[in-house]
């Protein structure tokens, strides 16, 4: 029965390759179906060695080819615009968005197993595809799931370490802090520690990775639990997968919001390499770092206000809109307070991509799960006027690339709307949610020997005499 699915899986996206040409060079995991029957430990097994033999081919043939010029403005405008990474998980393009191992999300969303009929993919169908570049059989995903579920065993001390912190820290701060606490169970660290060849380096890397990923949704659910509620633990439950369970723990079990944790957490594990969670999380574990230390670094990249902390500063912006104008406020009312924000030396978060030149489609597939669940929520309303209004007074600025909604413009409200009102907590979902990308290339830099990652920096002072020197 999986290899039928697998069939019809393909068949409906053959039909759609034909009506899009330009995926045909992004879909090589479609070479790789065959090997359905195996579990998710003995396909990586079975992929490590042909893909690092195609590694050491590239390295051969492929080694001295340029893949670009690097200018002053690169080197001193945050590296923007420079290929200098390998990140296997995820591709993302400047117009299309986001493509996890050459799909697309509206692809993930038809390919990938759900919880239900017509439902969201199930994160650990995404942590699949991440993995191996193969859509899952939902045997194998509900495999995979009850494999997390027995691995979310979080040791006391953990709860102990968050609980001598204030209770007014930031819920990053406690989170990152769990985190560290779990690295006391790393097995890479004990296996390198007894000299382990390199040779098996992910194998331990891999165990504690599928350890982590199974327990920060454990870890920041207490963290919630404890900031906004009664500080109990609350346990899962067994019949429910990943986002599912992480939405229980959380407190809320209405079936719609379990569906948008599926949804939420699938769309923000990955967007490539080089933003600075990802990037932080590959530098550090180049450094034979263990997972844990290495999400940790990465999580305290996303708590910055230019990254992961945007998403808090939504909702934040969208309710003092509603506090100024009203919740049935007017195009005009709303145009106006969008060049009060902007006159006043801020910008209106949301909207922007350090890539993305178009809407974004973790954007896009919210506003569809909006359209389906909430169409009446104000909130929601106002999130869509403002679709329509920001983008043409950003462009009237000239000096944006890109004016259109990123994925930080909606998931606020969504969450809002089922209980989850708490804006500074956002960062966390978006952290439980990154570990699965983040995790998943870090056990394939260890699969594939990447190097320690050491870039070449330079002076004011040599920039002008060289370049000087060169015109």
């Given at each position: 029965?999986?290899?039928?699915r697998?069939v019809?899986?393909l068949?409906?996206l053959?039909?759609r390759?034909?009506?899009?040409?330009n995926?045909s060079n992004s879909?090589r995991?479609l070479?790789?179906?065959?090997?359905?029957?195996l579990?998710?430990?003995?396909?990586l097994?079975e992929?490590?060695?042909e893909?690092?033999?195609?590694?050491?081919?590239?390295k051969s043939?492929?080694?001295?080819?340029?893949l670009g010029?690097i200018t002053?403005?690169?080197v001193?405008?945050?590296?923007?615009?420079?290929t200098?990474l390998l990140?296997?998980?995820?591709?993302?393009?400047?117009?299309?968005?986001?493509?996890?191992?050459?799909l697309?999300i509206p692809?993930c969303?038809?390919?990938?197993?759900?919880?239900k009929p017509d439902g969201?993919?199930?994160?650990?169908?995404?942590l699949?595809l991440?993995?191996?570049?193969k859509?899952?059989?939902k045997?194998?995903?509900?495999g995979l799931?009850?494999e997390?579920?027995?691995?979310a065993?979080v040791?006391d001390?953990?709860y102990k370490?968050i609980?001598a912190?204030p209770?007014?820290?930031?819920p990053?701060t406690q989170?990152a802090?769990g985190?560290?606490a779990?690295?006391v169970?790393?097995?890479?660290?004990?296996?390198y520690e007894?000299?382990?060849?390199?040779?098996k380096?992910w194998?331990?890397?891999?165990?504690d990775s599928?350890?982590l990923?199974?327990?920060?949704?454990?870890?920041?659910a207490?963290?919630y639990q404890?900031?906004y509620k009664?500080?109990?633990?609350?346990?899962?439950d067994?019949?429910l997968d990943?986002g599912?369970n992480?939405?229980h723990?959380?407190?809320f079990d209405?079936?719609k919001m379990?569906?948008?944790?599926?949804?939420?957490?699938t769309?923000?594990?990955?967007?490539?390499?080089?933003n600075?969670?990802?990037h932080?999380g590959?530098?550090?574990?180049s450094?034979l770092?263990?997972?844990y230390l290495?999400?940790?670094?990465?999580l305290n990249?996303?708590?910055?206000p230019?990254?992961g902390?945007a998403?808090q500063?939504?909702l934040?912006?969208?309710k003092s809109?509603?506090d100024?104008?009203?919740?049935n406020?007017?195009?005009?009312?709303l145009k106006d307070y969008?060049?009060?924000?902007?006159?006043?030396?801020?910008v209106?978060?949301?909207f922007g991509h350090g890539v993305?030149?178009?809407?974004?489609p973790?954007?896009?597939?919210?506003r569809?799960?909006?359209l389906?669940h909430?169409p009446?929520?104000p909130?929601?309303q106002?999130?869509?006027k403002?679709f329509?209004v920001?983008?043409?007074i950003?462009?009237?600025l000239?000096k944006?690339?890109n004016?259109?909604p990123?994925v930080?413009?909606?998931s606020?409200?969504?969450?809002?709307h089922f209980g989850?009102a708490?804006?500074?907590y956002?960062?966390?979902?978006?952290g439980?949610s990154?570990s699965l990308?983040?995790?998943?290339q870090?056990?394939?830099?260890r699969?594939l020997?990447?190097?320690?990652e050491r870039?070449?920096s330079v002076?004011l002072?040599?920039?002008?005499?060289?370049?000087?020197?060169?015109?």
């Open positions: 029965m999986a290899f039928f697998s019809t899986a068949s409906r053959r039909s390759v034909g009506q899009q040409s995926l879909v995991w070479q790789m179906q065959s090997s359905s029957d579990d998710l430990h003995s396909q097994k992929m490590i060695p893909q690092q033999e195609r590694l050491k081919k590239v043939e492929l080694g001295k080819a340029q010029n002053v403005d690169m001193i405008g945050g590296m923007r615009g420079m200098g990140w296997e998980t995820s591709l993302l393009d400047p117009d299309e968005g986001i493509r996890f191992r050459g697309s692809e969303q038809k390919l990938l197993p759900a919880a969201e993919p199930l994160p650990e169908g995404l699949w991440l993995l191996t570049g859509v899952p059989s045997e194998q995903v509900d799931s009850k997390l579920r027995d691995r065993t040791p001390y953990v370490a609980g912190l209770v007014t820290a930031h990053m989170f802090s985190v560290m779990l690295q169970q790393s097995e890479f660290q004990e296996a007894k000299g382990i060849h390199k040779s380096y194998e331990p890397t891999y165990e599928l350890n990923i199974a327990r920060v949704p454990v870890v920041a207490y963290v404890r900031i009664d500080g109990k633990i609350i346990p899962k067994d019949s990943y599912g992480f939405s723990m959380l407190g209405d079936p379990l569906e948008l944790m599926r949804l939420y957490v769309i923000h594990s990955d967007h490539e390499g080089g600075v969670s990802a932080t590959h530098l550090v574990a450094a770092s263990d997972p290495s999400f940790a670094a990465a990249g996303l708590a910055g230019l990254h902390l998403n500063e939504v934040l912006w969208i809109v509603v100024e104008c009203g919740e406020v007017t195009t005009e009312q969008v060049w009060k924000t902007l006159n006043s030396g801020k209106v978060p949301g993305l030149r178009k809407t974004d973790r954007y896009t597939c919210q569809e799960f909006a389906k909430l009446d929520d909130l929601f106002l999130v869509s403002l329509e920001v983008p043409p950003l462009t009237k000239g944006v690339k004016p259109w990123n930080d413009a909606h606020g409200v969504l969450l809002n989850l708490e804006a500074r956002y960062t966390v979902l978006f439980v990154r990308g983040i995790c998943s870090l056990i394939w830099d699969a020997g990447l190097p320690l870039p070449k002076t002072d040599w920039i002008e005499k060289n370049c000087k020197k060169a015109a």
